[in-house]
Each structure stands twice: as structure tokens, then as C-alpha cells.
Nanobody, 127 residues
Framework: QVQLVESGGGSVQTGDSLRLSCAAS????????MGWFRQAPGKEREFVAS????????HYTDSVKGRFTIARDNAKNSVHLKMNSLKPEDTAVYYC????????????????????WGQGTQVTVSS
């Protein structure tokens, strides 16, 4: 049984930074790509960023490129999302997720490609 627990959310001002963390337990963490998604009120959950199992390849949705950075620490079974220059439109619940298949990474952006999710952490950016 895999468990993912997010932390690091909060309420900030436009232009501020936050670092989200996701701690994993259970299935061998270093074998699987990880992703971050977000869901704003009244909207569907959307892809934010992903990283392959080794940490060498990343992918971002266009709206966060240059502002967000995804990284992982396989020794600590964790994945992080550093968010800089935050905007009100970044306000959402942020979820980390683990990809279904080990050692497979083709820029997974769809929810269906992930089978384990955390409970989410709220990020609120005010202007």
C-alpha cells in the first residue's frame, strides 16, 4: 500500500514563494515517476509538473514554466515543488501522485496515468 502525504501549502501574497513536499511510503519510490496536479474551486484537476524516476527529466505545464521547479530525493522518498512568483491563478489544492508503471516516463500529464494520490495541500495566493 502506497501512501503519499503532501505538506507546505499556505496563504501567501502575489510574488511570494512556497515549497511543497510529498512524502512517500510503501512501494519502491525510486522506481516510479511522480507528478503534481492542482484543482481550483469549480475546475477540473489539472497537470502541473512531472519528474521521471531518476530525477533527470522533468515536464511542466506552460503556465508554470520558469516559475515552478519539481525535484525529488529518492534517498528520502520525497518529491518537491518549488513555486516562485506565485499568482492568484495558482490558487488551488495541490496533489502529488505516483505513476502507475515503474521505469516508464513519456511526459505523463493525464490523471489516468497515475494511480496513487495524496490528500492535497491548499495553496492560496492573494493579490
Amino acid at each position: 500500500q502506497v501512501q503519499l502525504v503532501e505538506s507546505g501549502g499556505g496563504s501567501v501574497q502575489t510574488g511570494d514563494s512556497l515549497r511543497l513536499s510529498c512524502a512517500a511510503s510503501g512501494r519502491t519510490f525510486s522506481n516510479y515517476a511522480m507528478g503534481w496536479f492542482r484543482q481550483a474551486p469549480g475546475k477540473e484537476r489539472e497537470f502541473v509538473a512531472s519528474i521521471d524516476w531518476s530525477g533527470s527529466t522533468t515536464h511542466y505545464t506552460d503556465s508554470v514554466k520558469g516559475r515552478f521547479t519539481i525535484a525529488r530525493d529518492n534517498a528520502k522518498n520525497s518529491v518537491h515543488l518549488k513555486m516562485n512568483s506565485l499568482k492568484p491563478e495558482d490558487t488551488a489544492v495541490y496533489y502529488c501522485a505516483q505513476q502507475r508503471s515503474a521505469y516508464y516516463y513519456v511526459r505523463p500529464t493525464s490523471i489516468e496515468e497515475y494511480n496513487t494520490w495524496g490528500q492535497g495541500t491548499q495553496v492560496t495566493v492573494s493579490s
